[in-house]
């Protein structure tokens, strides 16, 4: 596809369960970010993907959360007993990956993840 | 350890009035900077960069934005807003050593009235 892809855009899910959340980056991009959105809370990072090497899980709230790059293409999120401020938009992007980290970052549409 | 203040979570501000969206950066190395706009249910789209060339960065839109290294600034403006400029307004740095992640604002939301 022409840009980033997300999938499901809209999620409800019982509090406990699982999910996955599915990012499709632009073909060629070596580097995939994951974000969440929170009201009130800007972007917070997740986890970075560059190529082959280990990704930067810095940021990633508890050991609930993982994530996953098959391929170096598409990423899955998962999000493991969920729990009700996991509620926000998650946001996939993917850049050229430059080591100089002037590319642009595009971003896909997010996934609305509420959890009742 | 970077990190981007965006001063004023809203701005409001009339239809063909001046934008001034505020962005101050901490970064230990002479940053890249980004500032990115997100619609009502979209994601985010970038507007303009700083990548050390030239520090009055021009964008789309008719934005433009001046890298000021000893006010450790990078303040978006556009001269006459439209109604459609009406989003949010994301300020975000990444280092130029190695591959690194973007670190974003809070953001700042924009209101044009009539």
């Known amino acids: 596809g022409a840009g980033v892809s997300q999938s499901p855009s809209n999620k409800v899910t019982e509090k406990g369960k699982d999910v996955e959340l599915r990012c499709d980056p632009i073909s060629g991009h070596t580097a995939l970010y994951w974000y969440r959105q929170s009201l009130g809370q800007g972007l917070e990072f997740l986890i970075y993907f560059q190529g082959n090497s280990a990704p930067d899980k810095s940021g990633l709230p508890s050991d609930r959360f993982s994530a996953e790059r098959t391929g170096g293409s598409v990423s899955t999120l998962t999000i493991q007993r969920t729990q009700q401020e996991d509620s926000a938009v998650y946001l996939c992007?993917?850049?050229?990956?430059?080591?100089?980290?002037?590319?642009?970052?595009?971003f896909g549409q997010g996934t609305r993840l509420t959890v009742v | 350890a970077q990190s981007v203040t965006q001063l004023g979570s809203h701005v409001s501000v009339s239809e063909g009035a001046l934008v001034l969206l505020r962005c101050n950066y901490s970064?230990?190395?002479?940053?890249?900077l980004f500032w990115y706009v997100q619609y009502p249910n979209q994601g985010l789209q970038l507007l303009l960069k700083?990548?050390?060339?030239?520090?009055l960065v021009k964008g789309i839109n008719g934005f433009e934005a001046e890298f000021k290294k000893s006010e450790t600034s990078f303040h978006l403006t556009k001269p006459s807003a439209h109604m459609s400029d009406a989003a949010e307004y994301f300020c975000a740095v990444s280092s130029p050593r190695g591959y690194s992640t973007l670190t974003f604002g809070k953001g700042t939301m924009l209101l044009v009235s009539p």
């Open positions: 992007a993917s850049s050229l990956g430059s080591p100089r980290g002037n590319t642009e970052a595009f």
């Open positions: 700083y990548t050390s060339a030239a520090t």
């Open positions: 970064s230990s190395v002479p940053p890249y």
